[in-house]
């Protein structure tokens, strides 16, 4: 049976179990000799053989005995080169700052002033607000209705 990923985990477990189970009789061991080898309880062997849940170490323990640890690699690669995951490093690093000062830029000159919060209407330089500005800063009044 192939693994699939619309298995359920028991169903996963299970089959492991068959497997650990035609490897350990193909090599003509018992339970207890295989436990004994891998350093671990008979009832673990049997556990992991009926496809209950065993302990990650004991499963190593295991497929090390079985010789089947090298099998992991090829079930849990180091990593997968994905298109996209390539595509999002490349980037990365081509990615700068919208804003903020760059540690490359100048500072600014120490005649230059910053604009600040209500500099438009104290202002009377070119570009700044001021009340004879031809962008007159809009007020809201409120409107009451007439009492009857």
Do not use: C, F, Y
Request: hydrophobic share 35%; charged share 30%; proline share 3%.
């Amino acid at each position: 049976m192939h693994l699939d990923e619309l298995m359920t985990d028991a169903a996963v477990l299970a089959e492991l179990g068959r497997r650990l189970a035609r490897h350990r009789i193909e090599r003509n061991w018992t339970q207890a000799e295989l436990a004994a080898e891998a350093g671990v309880g008979q009832a673990t062997v049997q556990r992991a053989e009926r496809g209950e849940s065993v302990q990650m170490t004991s499963m190593i323990k295991l497929l090390r005995t079985l010789e089947l640890l090298g099998g992991l690699d090829l079930a849990v690669p180091e990593s997968i080169d994905l298109p996209i995951a390539r595509l999002e490093r490349e980037q990365r690093k081509l990615r700068r700052r919208a804003s903020g000062r760059s540690r490359g830029r100048p500072a600014a000159k120490s005649d230059e002033r910053s604009w600040r919060w209500g500099d438009e209407q104290s202002a009377t330089g070119t570009g700044a607000w001021s009340s004879t500005s031809s962008h007159p800063i809009r007020t809201t009044t409120s409107r009451t209705s007439p009492s009857s």
